[in-house]
């Protein structure tokens, strides 16, 4: 049985759960730039603190306990630590060599520990997705208000960038690809497009989820697009799931997760973050505030997948995979050809 079929399976009969916020984990370890540095990189010049792909090849260990929690707390679907690991992101840390590293040990170290959870318990196996973050570009928009023809990087570019990091992260083990926290659709179709090159070049079928992020309150992405715009845009595109995460707290989320939900054929994901951020950029809100919150994405049947974004941490999920239990999953209908 292949990890679609197996997947599409569990997702017939539940809701599955996606883990938290890696970030606001490894802050809780409160590391020094010698930690992040490790003892193989202690002599570079340049600061990599913040870099915190980094951290499968300095701090593995942590890397490894912060996807066993997450496991722990009920979580079906891990995320690798690679949301900047391509060249794009990777050139501010002078570390374009290392794209090809790093996606192919966050994925073993993902994937050897959630192994682990699927061997204690055959009856909830468990998977790894490969983390596509969008780069730190947009190929929609101009960087500059004087230049708005100008564009900071080329969809070749990104293609290029994309590509390496998959290739990664296939030959590291991850059962499914998620190209997630998109602001710019154009940058999601060249993650997209390189994905089905390399599916059609290694002859491989692997499941593909897509999550964008709506900015602020207009109800939009960056470059301009409303939930249902984003819908149309990539729905020829042979998807597992579609959704939102990120940029906004459940509360916030809830008009626009339900418009996907109303327009989409696939299934639909959704992992806001724990509230806004508070002055000193922190997340205040508690599991069990945001598991209620979220419990209306699931009283409503909105989604077939629920976790978090920023600030949620293995208690948050805990407590959403409570709640996620006491619902059915949304019905998927289906595609009316007009």
Not at 59 to 67: D, L, R, T
Not at 303 to 322: D, F, Q, R, S
């Amino acid at each position: 049985m292949s990890t679609e079929t197996t997947i599409k399976d569990i997702l017939s009969k539940r809701i599955m759960i996606i883990d938290g916020a890696m970030g606001t984990m490894i802050q809780k370890y409160n590391l020094s730039e010698e930690q992040y540095r490790g003892e193989r990189f202690k002599d570079i010049e340049q600061l990599v603190k913040g870099n915190n792909d980094l951290l499968v090849l300095t701090q593995a260990q942590i890397i490894s306990e912060i996807h066993g929690q997450f496991l722990e707390s009920g979580a079906d679907i891990i995320e690798t630590n690679t949301f900047n690991a391509q060249s794009i992101s990777m050139a501010d840390y002078n570390m374009k060599d290392l794209v090809r590293e790093i996606n192919l040990e966050a994925a073993k170290i993902a994937k050897k520990i959630a192994n682990e959870y699927t061997l204690k318990n055959p009856d909830k196996p468990r998977f790894v997705a490969g983390a596509i973050g969008p780069t730190n570009r947009t190929a929609s928009l101009s960087p500059d208000v004087n230049q708005p023809g100008y564009r900071a990087v080329t969809f070749s570019d990104l293609c290029e960038a994309y590509s390496e990091q998959i290739n990664a992260l296939i030959d590291g083990g991850v059962d499914l690809l998620l190209v997630e926290t998109i602001f710019d659709t154009l940058n999601a179709k060249a993650a997209l497009f390189a994905i089905n090159t390399i599916k059609e070049e290694r002859h491989l079928d692997i499941p593909v989820m897509v999550s964008g992020t709506i900015t602020d309150a207009s109800g939009r992405t960056l470059s301009g697009q409303t939930p249902e715009a984003f819908w149309n845009s990539l729905s020829h595109a042979n998807l597992l799931s579609i959704g939102l995460n990120c940029a906004l707290g459940a509360r916030d989320m809830m008009p626009h997760i339900s418009e996907i939900s109303k327009v989409s054929w696939i299934y639909t994901t959704a992992y806001p973050n724990a509230g806004l951020p508070n002055e000193f950029g922190e997340y205040d809100e508690s599991p069990k505030a945001m598991a209620n919150v979220v419990e209306q994405f699931m009283k409503e049947g909105w989604v077939n997948m629920i976790g978090g974004c920023c600030g949620t941490t293995p208690e948050h999920i805990k407590e959403i995979a409570l709640v996620a239990a006491k619902y059915a999953p949304r019905q998927v209908p289906e595609l009316q050809l007009k």
